[in-house]
């Protein structure tokens, strides 16, 4: 995304057709589902509005829930943000999903629509629901004939690493335009991945392998090398050289916490990351956002904090997973990425 926008996803709805293993609202135990009222919607786009506005930014919205369709308003926000011209991304379930949703979607500028594929048939369903797996591949033709970009993102687990490459085919054979995959983060009741940092350098080393064989045939895919660690592997490949000319202290990429990326809770809740667990600054309905992007989340800006990372060149444009870090030591957004091999003194 281009820097003149601010990104905030937002959680219209707890509502869903399915109770992944993993998800983050049901991992702790909540099970009051919570959806925003319309004139709180209102209020969240006009706060966000005027925030962006502030910081001469321009909102783009990463709609969710649950499973954002299911909102009885969902069509009205839609049209708000058409009218208001704002662009958004919808993060969803397929089973809703036909040629002329898609085609009305589109008519209401919907960008991009993200599905999940975590795993082969098997598990993924074990993961999400029966059922799911040939759901979500088949509703990709309907996405892309729409014009609206398909995305596909993996939540990768000791329990689905060796499967990820037939992923790759599977969403390939379906016409998917973006594919990414990010680490599972662990909960309170689970405190590891169940990767070894090894084990995962040569996974993105076999993966690397196989999207430059598709990227190399033609392939329409994009695959999005979206975890940090990429850019480690690429520093050893070669594929990355440290920029000259650059600013000491400066952020340059790597996690957007902090830089340019808020979620907001179905409840309203100001988060610094989704995947960070405890990671509330501030309340929509009671704060202002700017002065909760000055003040509380300054917390999540303290580079120099990173145990391993702030010793590490790679500093401005990597950190690793700090989500991934903190689910795996004690809620320490700070600590080390559990699979990062890098060495550093």
């Given at each position: 995304m281009a820097n003149q926008y601010f990104a905030f996803q937002w959680h219209i709805t707890d509502q869903c057709d399915q109770r992944c293993k993993h998800c983050y609202i049901?991992?702790?135990?909540h099970f009051c589902l919570v959806s925003m009222t319309w004139e709180e919607m209102l209020v969240v786009v006009e706060k966000c509005q005027n925030f962006c506005k502030k910081f001469n930014r321009l909102p783009y919205f990463y709609i969710t829930g649950g499973d954002p369709i299911l909102h009885k308003n969902f069509w009205q926000l839609l049209e708000l943000l058409k009218e208001k011209k704002i662009p958004f991304t919808l993060m969803g379930n397929p089973f809703h999903l036909n040629d002329e949703v898609c085609q009305k979607l589109r008519s209401y500028g919907c960008d991009k629509y993200q599905m999940s594929i975590d795993g082969m048939e098997k598990t993924h369903d074990w993961f999400r629901k029966?059922?799911?797996?040939?759901?979500?591949?088949?509703?990709?033709?309907?996405?892309n004939k729409a014009g609206i970009t398909s995305v596909i993102m993996s939540t990768v687990s000791s329990m689905n690493i060796k499967e990820i490459p037939d992923v790759i085919d599977a969403i390939v054979k379906a016409g998917v335009d973006v594919y990414?995959?990010?680490?599972?983060?662990?909960?309170?009741?689970?405190?590891?991945?169940?990767?070894?940092?090894?084990?995962?350098?040569d996974f993105l080393k076999a993966v690397d392998k196989k999207y430059k064989e598709y990227e190399k045939a033609g392939c329409k895919t994009y695959f999005n090398r979206k975890d940090h660690l990429w850019t480690l592997y690429q520093y050893e490949t070669g594929e990355f050289k440290i920029p000259e000319n650059t600013k000491e202290g400066m952020i340059y990429s790597g996690c957007n916490c902090g830089n340019c990326?808020?979620?907001?809770?179905?409840?309203?809740?100001l988060m610094a990351c989704r995947?960070?667990?405890?990671?509330?600054v501030g309340n929509i309905f009671t704060d202002k956002i700017e002065d909760v992007w000055l003040n509380q989340m300054e917390a999540y800006r303290d580079y120099e904090k990173f145990s391993k990372c702030s010793k590490c060149k790679l500093l401005a444009w990597c950190r690793g997973c700090p989500a991934v870090a903190a689910g795996s030591n004690g809620g320490d957004f700070y600590s080390e990425d559990p699979q990062c091999w890098m060495k550093v003194s």
């Amino acid at each position: 995304m281009a820097n003149q926008y601010f990104a905030f996803q937002w959680h219209i709805t707890d509502q869903c057709d399915q109770r992944c293993k993993h998800c983050y609202i049901f991992a702790e135990g909540h099970f009051c589902l919570v959806s925003m009222t319309w004139e709180e919607m209102l209020v969240v786009v006009e706060k966000c509005q005027n925030f962006c506005k502030k910081f001469n930014r321009l909102p783009y919205f990463y709609i969710t829930g649950g499973d954002p369709i299911l909102h009885k308003n969902f069509w009205q926000l839609l049209e708000l943000l058409k009218e208001k011209k704002i662009p958004f991304t919808l993060m969803g379930n397929p089973f809703h999903l036909n040629d002329e949703v898609c085609q009305k979607l589109r008519s209401y500028g919907c960008d991009k629509y993200q599905m999940s594929i975590d795993g082969m048939e098997k598990t993924h369903d074990w993961f999400r629901k029966p059922g799911s797996f040939k759901c979500t591949l088949e509703k990709v033709s309907s996405i892309n004939k729409a014009g609206i970009t398909s995305v596909i993102m993996s939540t990768v687990s000791s329990m689905n690493i060796k499967e990820i490459p037939d992923v790759i085919d599977a969403i390939v054979k379906a016409g998917v335009d973006v594919y990414a995959f990010a680490r599972y983060v662990p909960t309170s009741s689970e405190k590891s991945t169940g990767i070894k940092p090894e084990e995962y350098r040569d996974f993105l080393k076999a993966v690397d392998k196989k999207y430059k064989e598709y990227e190399k045939a033609g392939c329409k895919t994009y695959f999005n090398r979206k975890d940090h660690l990429w850019t480690l592997y690429q520093y050893e490949t070669g594929e990355f050289k440290i920029p000259e000319n650059t600013k000491e202290g400066m952020i340059y990429s790597g996690c957007n916490c902090g830089n340019c990326h808020f979620t907001i809770s179905s409840k309203g809740e100001l988060m610094a990351c989704r995947r960070v667990a405890n990671s509330i600054v501030g309340n929509i309905f009671t704060d202002k956002i700017e002065d909760v992007w000055l003040n509380q989340m300054e917390a999540y800006r303290d580079y120099e904090k990173f145990s391993k990372c702030s010793k590490c060149k790679l500093l401005a444009w990597c950190r690793g997973c700090p989500a991934v870090a903190a689910g795996s030591n004690g809620g320490d957004f700070y600590s080390e990425d559990p699979q990062c091999w890098m060495k550093v003194s």
